[in-house]
């Protein structure tokens, strides 16, 4: 009901705006106004005495007089007088509300405890809400204002969503100037239901909204968020502006992971993995708001400047490399073309430079040039003020000529008021336009970084060469047995060990003695490290000493160690010391760990090793689950990546070794929950191969379970089945993995055009990257995904797939769609029924009530199977599809 809510909300036949005023000045009044601005009559309700404020005044209507089927109730009232008259919505059984009044958590325990009471009468009623504290909501074209924002705006393709009011106002303000457009334009407010991911949702199912820009301050329901941001962004940009870049979360942090793995960091982690693109200023928002409500998005990067002045282009230039980029070089052709009648001392490249005496006539030739150039995802036009150029018929053949193109096409008219006319003819025109060429070249990257991450989304990550197995009883008895705190080093060492990470071989000993016994057991030369579990920085402490190569230095360092750990730190309980082999000059140092982030559940960190691993900063952050594409997404975001693939005489690491590392480091964060920190720091690599030398583990005590605790739903191996086919085989059934991608394409390259046309409705020779990225990359909170296995073959890379089965859910969360094939040699096998089956049983535990699809009247095998499984069989009137629907948990 949720999004059928908010549908309604979104498109209101009936309001009632609770707490209108005939009073000029007041919200109320401002409300009722907007509303019939737009030829919206609304209700305007009766006062009701009983909801009069402290002060006297009359400040509410009941809604009981009401007519059943209000779509929209507007409450613009003392906030403390809403729970009543929620509670009346809720029995007029009204679709949603906005509340605009404040007072609320953002006072304290006073207005939290109304908010709450608020919530539980609208979630048991199933009435939506937006608000409290914001401004409303607006569609331009739809001519509603429901708020009490005093202008409507353009209407346009850009959904606009603010916690703000001001940023809401600021924008509309700035908007209007520019001759922006608006498909929505959302004043969210403290969030009480209505959050962040029901708009993404709510907006990446409306054709109208073609991109989503997004003021955000905090999240809740933070998975939510992650679903629908990743299944959105994949269809349309999200343009994110994200307040509070303040690293003041992670003083309190007692590692390298957490001293470095601050709050905004996490935020920008899970927004790089969400596909959506994040800026820094509301000019940066703005900027591209602008650029996505006018231009078509850039295909990629490359940029032709076109200027009449040799600065303004090298400042464009500049800002290209700023973000790592260059200026897309000229082709042969262009050259020869532009040299044919621009004068001889123009620049011969890109930035195209023609000049300060450049005319209308010059500008227009060398934009056809550029046009006519295959190599360009845009072109930046731009004029500074010359005393020969004249800025409007420049701008007149600009809007002229701009129109239709494939590709963005943008101009900065630097020169302010003496511009001003010109300017106008281009946001008339739908050119977008900018005060410096800085501010031009960062709204474009910024577009062009959306379609760089979808051309990721599309990339199919590789298989392990080696099955990966987990010893997850052993670590769970040795979780079991922690206390709150950090884990002794033995039996941190042993749950990684447990979960397959390379551990070096460790002997721990409480005195001088058993430090002799060790070392000889363990092989000379070996370290010496303190072992406290109140001191976490070891050197720091003068705790670890280094190729100790008999008895004399393993006395000597054991002497030293603990002078040196009393004068550090003199009240640290000393538990004594561990024993390793040395490793002598190994080729990188590297740092692996993980830490709980309060919002995004746990967070993974990679990075330089070592004793400089605060110093240089050079390490980046990932969120469970992971892939060995993600894994090395991961790496490629730091520095020392450029030295761990090699350089000169220096050979590289085995990277497929530091991406199982990171997998099998997500799969423990996934399974214990507990985890609230892990090091392993530093990570030597010698020879290619890694080992983690000093782990240390925190464990905090927690009643989340396992994978409730992640923001991104983890594989689900508990549905994983075996079933056996009518012949007798053994099937394996599992859901769909990222890396299946090359089973997929397998299976559809055996389907008959028979086949294919049932399951597609139509004719397909290939499965096109896009298709195959939606079929393999599957968000399991969102879709139930499983395939049928040969198991008869032991290694994964010989795998073969029969068939598969899904159910998509549908926005409001009780209904999905279900498809199935299956490979034409092993139909009517009950393969298809064995997995459509399966999935139905999943579907019923997640609570979905009915699951339906549609079959082609000519495919008698899919509904011969669907009567077999109780489905109801209807034929859609005046079409030849027939209708499949079953209700579940009868």
């Avoid at 693939?645 to 929950?673: H, T």
């Avoid at 019923?844 to 009567?867: D, F, P, S």
Wanted: glycine share 10%; aromatic share 6%.
């Amino acid at each position: 009901m949720g999004q059928y809510h908010l549908e309604n909300m979104f498109n209101p036949r009936h309001i009632a705006v609770v707490g209108a005023s005939e009073k000029k000045g007041t919200i109320g009044r401002a409300l009722m106004e907007n509303l019939m601005q737009g030829g919206f009559t609304g209700t305007i309700l009766p006062v009701n005495p009983r909801y009069r404020s402290l002060h006297g005044h009359e400040c509410v209507a009941s809604v009981c007089d009401l007519d059943s089927g209000v779509d929209l109730a507007i409450i613009a009232t003392p906030i403390h007088t809403a729970i009543d008259v929620v509670t009346e919505c809720v029995e007029k059984k009204v679709c949603g509300a906005i509340i605009i009044s404040a007072g609320g958590r953002e006072v304290g325990a006073s207005g939290r405890q109304i908010e709450d009471r608020i919530q539980k009468i609208a979630y048991r009623g199933g009435l939506r809400i937006l608000g409290p504290n914001c401004m409303g909501l607006i569609r331009p074209a739809k001519s509603l204002n429901a708020g009490f924002a005093s202008d409507m705006p353009l209407a346009g393709n850009l959904a606009f969503v603010s916690q703000s009011g001001a940023i809401c106002g600021a924008i509309l303000g700035m908007a209007a100037g520019e001759h922006m457009g608006f498909s929505h334009f959302v004043s969210i407010g403290s969030m009480l239901d209505i959050d962040f991911g029901d708009m993404i949702d709510y907006l990446g199912n409306d054709p109208t909204a073609k991109s989503i820009l997004l003021y955000i301050e905090n999240l809740t329901h933070v998975r939510k968020f992650m679903s629908a941001a990743r299944a959105v962004s994949r269809v349309k940009p999200i343009i994110v502006l994200k307040s509070g870049r303040s690293p003041a979360g992670a003083k309190a942090a007692a590692s390298h992971t957490g001293a470095m793995a601050g709050e905004d960091a996490v935020y920008d982690a899970a927004f790089k993995r969400a596909g959506i693109v994040r800026v820094a200023s509301i000019e940066e928002l703005f900027d591209c708001a602008e650029l996505m409500a006018k231009q078509p998005r850039p295909r990629g990067p490359r940029l032709a400047i076109l200027t009449n002045g040799g600065g303004p282009g090298v400042m464009a230039a500049d800002t290209l490399a700023q973000y790592g980029e260059t200026p897309e070089p000229l082709a042969p052709e262009s050259v020869k073309a532009l040299d044919a009648f621009l004068p001889p001392f123009w620049s011969r490249g890109n930035p195209v430079d023609i000049l300060g005496d450049a005319t209308a006539d010059r500008y227009a030739r060398a934009l056809k040039v550029c046009f006519d150039s295959e190599n360009l995802d845009g072109v930046l036009v731009i004029l500074a003020p010359q005393a020969i150029t004249d800025p409007f018929p420049v701008a007149e053949m600009l809007a002229a000529a701009a129109g239709g193109r494939k590709y963005p096409v943008f101009a900065c008219w630097m020169g302010g008021k003496s511009v001003e006319k010109a300017i106008a003819v281009l946001n008339e025109a739908g050119i977008p336009t900018y005060d410096t060429p800085e501010r031009a070249v960062r709204a474009f990257l910024y577009m062009a970084e959306y379609t760089a991450n979808l051309e990721i989304l599309l990339e199919v990550p590789p298989r392990m060469t080696r099955r990966m197995a987990f010893d997850e009883k052993t670590a769970e008895s040795l979780m079991a047995g922690a206390t709150e705190g950090f884990m002794p080093q033995t039996d941190a060492m042993e749950v990684l060990t447990a979960y397959g990470l390379p551990v070096i071989r460790t002997k721990i000993a409480g005195t001088k003695a058993q430090a002799l016994r060790a070392a000889e057991e363990t092989g000379f030369p070996v370290v010496m490290k303190l072992l406290s579990s109140d001191i976490t920085h070891k050197t720091d402490a003068g705790g670890v000493c280094l190729d100790l190569r008999c008895k004399e230095d393993i006395s000597r360092a054991y002497d030293g160690i603990m002078s040196s750990a009393a004068k550090y730190a003199p009240h640290a309980a000393i538990e004594g010391v561990s024993l390793q082999p040395y490793f002598s000059s190994p080729d990188f140092e590297i740092l692996m760990g993980a830490r709980h982030d309060p919002s995004f559940g746990p967070v993974i960190l990679f990075g330089m090793g070592g004793i400089f691993t605060e110093v240089l900063h050079d390490s980046a952050l990932g969120l469970p689950p992971m892939n060995r594409l993600l894994a090395l997404r991961l790496m490629q975001q730091t520095k020392v990546y450029t030295l761990l693939k090699g350089y000169r005489n220096q050979p590289g690491a085995d990277m497929e070794k530091l991406e199982e590392m990171i997998i099998r480091l997500s799969q423990l964060l996934i399974d214990f929950p507990q985890i609230a920190e892990l090091d392993m720091n530093p990570v030597l690599i010698k020879d290619g191969s890694p080992v983690a030398v000093d782990a240390r583990i925190r464990i905090t005590p927690t009643q989340v379970p396992s994978s409730f605790h992640l923001v991104i739903g983890p594989y689900p191996e508990e549905d994983e089945s075996h079933m056996l086919s009518t012949d007798g085989r053994q099937i394996f059934i599992r859901p769909v993995k990222p890396e299946d991608a090359p089973l997929f394409t397998a299976l559809f390259k055996k389907l008959t055009p028979t086949t294919i046309y049932y399951r597609f409705f139509g004719m397909l020779k290939v499965l096109p990257p896009q298709m195959l990225a939606r079929f393999t990359q599957i968000d399991y909170d969102r879709e139930i995904a499983l395939v049928a296995l040969v198991e008869e073959e032991e290694t994964a890379q010989t795998e073969r797939m029969l068939g598969v089965a899904r159910i998509i859910r549908e926005p409001d969360g009780t209904t999905g769609e279900f498809s199935v094939v299956v490979g034409d040699e092993w139909q009517g096998k009950g393969i298809g029924f064995g997995l459509l089956e399966k999935c139905l049983a999943i579907a019923e535990k997640q609570g979905l009530k009915t699951v339906h699809g549609i079959a082609l009247a000519e495919n008698r095998n899919m509904i011969m199977m669907g009567k077999k499984m109780g489905f109801e069989i209807k034929r859609n009137p005046g079409t030849h599809d027939i209708n499949l629907i079953i209700h579940l948990g009868n």
